[in-house]
């Protein structure tokens, strides 16, 4: 069973604190990516990346970084939180190839900056 | 950009009774997928359709690509109550390599 796994479930952080949001997957899959999900808006693509130390933004990447120094492992980062980033954070992986493969998804970790 | 709208947001059914959510998109697929939340859950997904015109189903549900690429509908066959959540599409163009999800249809079914 592909298990991809976050590293909180909740979060409470102050504005303008540096936030470090952590994903993992135990399936050696190529891609990973990192979403956010509000009410009424869906799943936003913040960052994906393809392969170690590659990324590519998405549609939503301002006020994010990403990192990716082990396969495994696909890090968020909000340099300085702000309160609009309040949001629901899911992590997914899929295997990479011509074509498009099933994502997985991560329990997710709810962010609230104040 | 490429957007993927998907109708309605919100959907109350009695059970047994029929459910269809529709997406479309600005642009022409690759492929498309769909995936369903439960509340309080994350998106698992259900499956994916890659040929034009390609009907696909799975028990009661039935999910369709249009010919011309840009839409899809995932039909419900007297719904239960399990069948509660979201559901989302997510359109795949081979030329960004990104997936791009609807918004979600949010199914409710009361017994």
């Known amino acids: 069973d592909v298990k991809v796994t976050q590293s909180s479930r909740y979060l409470v952080k102050r504005t303008g604190e540096k936030v470090f949001l952590e994903c993992v997957q135990d399936?050696?899959?190529?891609?990973m990516f990192w979403y956010r999900q509000d009410p009424g808006l869906g799943l936003r693509l913040i960052y994906f990346?393809?392969?170690?130390?590659?990324?590519e933004k998405g549609d939503i990447p301002e006020g994010y970084s990403v990192s990716r120094e082990k396969k495994e492992r696909f890090s968020l980062i909000l340099e300085s939180a702000s309160t609009n980033q309040t949001s629901m954070y899911l992590c997914?992986?899929?295997?990479?190839?011509?074509?498009?493969?099933?994502?997985?998804f991560g329990p997710g970790t709810r962010l609230t900056v104040t | 950009g490429q957007q993927v709208m998907q109708i309605p947001q919100y959907q109350h059914v009695q059970e047994g009774e029929d459910f269809t959510t529709y997406c479309n998109s600005s642009?022409?697929?690759?492929?498309i997928q769909w995936y369903k939340q439960r509340p309080g859950g994350h998106p698992v997904f259900l499956i994916q359709?890659?040929?034009?015109?390609e009907v696909k189903k799975q028990k009661r549900l039935t999910f369709q690509f249009g010919e011309a690429k840009k839409n899809s509908s995932l039909h419900i066959t007297a719904t239960q109550t399990t069948d509660v959540g979201t559901y989302f599409c997510?359109?795949?163009?081979?030329?960004?390599?990104?997936?791009?999800f609807g918004t979600g249809t949010r199914l409710k079914v009361l017994a």
């Open positions: 997914a992986s899929s295997l990479a190839g011509t074509g498009a493969y099933e994502q997985y």
């Open positions: 399936m050696d899959h190529e891609n």
């Open positions: 990346s393809y392969d170690v130390k590659m990324k």
């Open positions: 642009t022409t697929l690759s492929n």
């Open positions: 359709l890659v040929k034009s015109g």
């Open positions: 997510a359109g795949y163009s081979s030329g960004t390599y990104k997936y791009i």
